[in-house]
């Protein structure tokens, strides 16, 4: 009656994925197999990332583009945090290498595309803070070998590495492998253990687009997936 519009809960629900995960790219139209390889890379996130211990709740999983990715899984904290256990850490890496490790186990290895560029990027900086900043390389111990702010490029931290040997530095990139590798086994083992999931998953996305966390509930419980709310038969 004031001539106020009330703003629906779909409404409020899109402006607050546009929020977190990006503006849509509804121009962006990809191909059935690259719209499934994405189904399956962020599905591959979204369980590594469920059964993994103390990672932070799955909150959404989508393949509709935003920003520069194809797909987006994301993952929202039920309380803020200040600071970040080992256990943590690592569970991160592993969720971060769901993606690509769900691509190869469905197109095999000659198929994994560029899709986890940035993952493994960011899988690699936290396995090398770990060791190089945060002293939880038990071989290492708890010191600091790195005075960057925030530099990413592997190379060009090698160059600013203070006081460190040859030696050390040696022990350092082989630090960061075995963290990088034992988590990607460990993702690796998650994922073949819930293939069944995964092929789930994939299809709910393709059939949906976007699935949230009761949908993500019936999937790991090996529930009949429903409907997200507010879903048209006519897709949208």
């Known amino acids: 009656r004031s001539g ?23 121009t962006m139209v990809m191909s059935e197999k690259e719209k499934r390889n994405t189904a399956y890379h962020e599905a591959g ?3 590594v990332g469920r059964i993994v ?3 932070h709740p799955v909150y959404k999983v989508s393949v509709i583009p935003r920003g520069r990715a194809l797909g987006v899984t994301m993952f929202l904290p ?9 256990l943590f850490l690592e569970s991160s890496i592993c969720s971060l290498f769901g993606g690509r490790i769900a691509e190869e186990m469905t197109l095999g290895k ?10 493994i990027l960011r899988a690699t900086e936290i396995a090398r803070n770990m060791v190089t900043k945060w002293g939880l390389s038990e071989k290492l111990g708890p010191l600091s070998y790195e005075e960057d702010e925030g530099e990413v490029f592997l190379g060009r931290q090698y160059n600013q590495r ?45 059939t949906y687009e976007t699935i949230d966390a009761e949908q993500i509930d019936d999937i790991m419980c090996g529930r009949k997936v429903r409907q997200p709310k507010g879903w048209n038969d006519d897709g949208t």
């Open 4 to 26: 106020k519009r009330v703003v629906s809960m779909a409404e409020f629900e899109k402006a607050k994925d546009k929020i977190i995960m990006g503006t849509e790219r509804k």
């Open 45 to 47: 996130h979204a369980i």
């Open 53 to 55: 211990p103390e990672h």
């Open 78 to 86: 039920e309380a803020d945090m200040h600071s970040h256990s080992k």
């Open 110 to 119: 000659d198929g994994v595309t560029t899709g986890a560029s940035n993952d």
């Open 162 to 206: 203070r006081n460190v040997s040859g030696q050390t530095a040696k022990e350092i990139d082989a630090e960061v492998r075995l963290i990088i590798d034992r988590c990607y086994s460990r993702a690796e083992q998650i994922l073949k253990d819930n293939l069944d999931k995964l092929h789930l998953m994939a299809d709910a996305l393709m």
